[in-house]
């Protein structure tokens, strides 16, 4: 089966910008959730969908972060406007609804804000 | 709150030589411990998880953790590095009865191999 794809593998912006990443989990996976890790740290959870509903949006860090997930399909998550502190690289994962229990991830998107 | 904490940075071997990774994580119920490598410019793979049963799991490229109830760890280990083995290894936990919540990550920690 064809695994997480993500989009852009890269992305560099300048700070003021928009930038959109876009995350297309295993067909079938209701869960869907994005997370981020800065440079050194701690891989951090942003939000989880569950088919197109927003299940836990607890990790997003303000409202300059808005993530959608049309249809329940693929999810993109807009960064307006990004600031210095946004850089990391955004990992999308995804996970059947039931049964087996591991989360597969998606290569993620480097994003860098200069 | 759960938390995993790896607290080795960086951990060098030489190649044949066994490796340990640790991980020791805080949950307020049953763990669902999880490792994962990230391979440079690669996304997180999948090792090998415990859920239930023997404390022994076994996983992918002969990698294997140790479930230890006691001392709340969950170290990754293999009899005889490689140094294709070389990666970036993450720890993640999960609350058994939280449903489909979020893991939580260690900081990672970087395996060199040496020939």
């Known amino acids: 089966e064809a695994g997480v794809t993500q989009f852009p593998s890269h992305s560099v912006i300048e700070k003021g910008q928009t930038v959109t990443l876009r995350c297309d989990p295993i067909s079938g996976h209701d869960n869907l959730y994005w997370y981020r890790r800065v440079m050194g740290k701690e891989i951090k959870f942003l939000l989880h969908f569950v088919k197109e509903s927003k299940q836990d949006e607890s990790g997003m860090p303000n409202n300059r972060f808005l993530a959608e997930r049309t249809g329940g399909t693929y999810s993109t998550l807009k960064v307006q406007p990004a600031e210095l502190e946004d850089s990391g690289v955004y990992f999308c994962?995804?996970?059947?609804?039931?049964?087996?229990?591991?989360?597969?991830f998606g290569p993620g998107t480097r994003l860098t804000v200069t | 709150a759960q938390s995993v904490a790896q607290p080795e940075d960086q951990v060098n071997v030489a190649e044949g030589n066994p490796l340990t990774v640790k991980c020791t994580y805080s949950v307020s119920g049953n763990p669902y411990l999880f490792w994962y490598v990230q391979y440079p410019n690669r996304g997180l793979q999948f090792l090998l998880k415990?859920?239930?049963?023997?404390?022994l799991v076994k996983g992918s490229y002969g990698f294997e953790a140790e479930f230890n109830k006691s001392q709340t760890s969950f170290h990754l280990k293999k009899p005889s590095a490689l140094v294709s083995d070389s990666a970036l290894y993450f720890c993640?936990?999960?609350?058994?009865?939280?449903?489909?919540?979020?893991?939580?990550f260690g900081k990672g920690t970087r395996l060199s191999v040496i020939a």
């Open positions: 994962a995804s996970s059947p609804l039931q049964g087996r229990r591991e989360q597969y």
């Open positions: 993640a936990v999960r609350d058994s009865n939280s449903g489909n919540t979020p893991l939580v």
């Open positions: 415990y859920i239930t049963g023997d404390n």
